[in-house]
């Protein structure tokens, strides 16, 4: 199966300052059709995970411009260009390009200061 | 809109067996396949298996195998998730979640449901 590693695992920010999260995968995530199946969930306490970015940068119906997916082949990048109070929580990377065996990172929880 | 409906909490003890369901509605159950996911408490999401509603035709982790049986019943656009020979670090949220195309990524989850196992 296709491993996923997130960096950091712990994000402390301060509202209104920009966030990032790294995840790399062990092999390539580009799908013989052309498209790299790499996503990012947010979860918050209590709720299941809710989707916000697809396909490497495309943000989900509903989620905020300052969202941001990149990268390629096995490194990605989530961006939070100025973080408010309502993104807490914990982040996941998630490959589907391995169909039907998805995996996903371990999580980073981002958090106030 | 899109909804999974999962059933309620359980607690079981070693070496039991659980079913969970997940009933779903607000589109055409057949043509969306249906995902199993857990995660133990303070952990990160594990996927176990996967049905195909029109078929029936499932794939599962190799970690459950042997341990986890998914069907469904498109009468009533439920998947159950049975999971048998239970450890306590089966204690988790068991997730069912549903694909859509045009992401290929979860677009849609049930509540969880939590399953403890506990002597």
């Known amino acids: 199966d296709i491993v996923m590693t997130q960096t950091p695992l712990s994000s402390p920010v301060t509202l209104g300052q920009p966030a990032s999260i790294s995840c790399r995968s062990t092999?390539?995530?580009?799908?013989?059709?052309?498209?790299?199946?790499l996503s990012w969930l947010h979860q918050r306490p209590g709720q299941p995970p809710r989707l916000l970015i697809y396909?490497?940068?495309n943000r989900f119906s509903g989620v905020p411009d300052r969202f941001s997916g990149s990268g390629a082949g096995t490194d990605f990048t989530l961006k939070i260009s100025r973080v408010e109070a309502e993104d807490v929580g914990v982040y996941f990377c998630?490959?589907?390009?391995?169909?039907?065996?998805?995996?996903f990172g371990q999580g980073t929880k981002l958090e106030i200061k | 809109q899109v909804q999974l409906v999962q059933s309620g909490a359980e607690v079981k003890k070693p070496g039991a067996s659980v079913k969970v369901s997940c009933k779903a509605s607000?589109?055409?159950?057949?043509?969306?396949?249906i995902h199993w996911v857990r995660q133990a408490p303070g952990q990160g999401l594990e996927w176990m298996g996967i049905i195909n509603p029109s078929g029936g035709s499932t794939t599962y982790a190799q970690k459950f195998q042997g341990r986890i049986t998914v069907t469904r019943d498109t009468f009533t656009s439920t998947v159950y998730m049975e999971l048998s020979s239970l450890r306590f670090e089966d204690t988790a949220v068991y997730y069912c979640a549903r694909i859509d195309y045009t992401s290929g990524s979860y677009t849609d989850w049930g509540q969880g449901t939590l399953v403890t196992v506990s002597s």
């Open positions: 396909k490497i940068s």
């Open positions: 092999q390539s995530l580009v799908h013989s059709d052309g498209n790299t199946y």
């Open positions: 998630m490959q589907a390009t391995q169909f039907p065996h998805h995996t």
């Open positions: 607000g589109y055409i159950f057949t043509r969306y396949y």
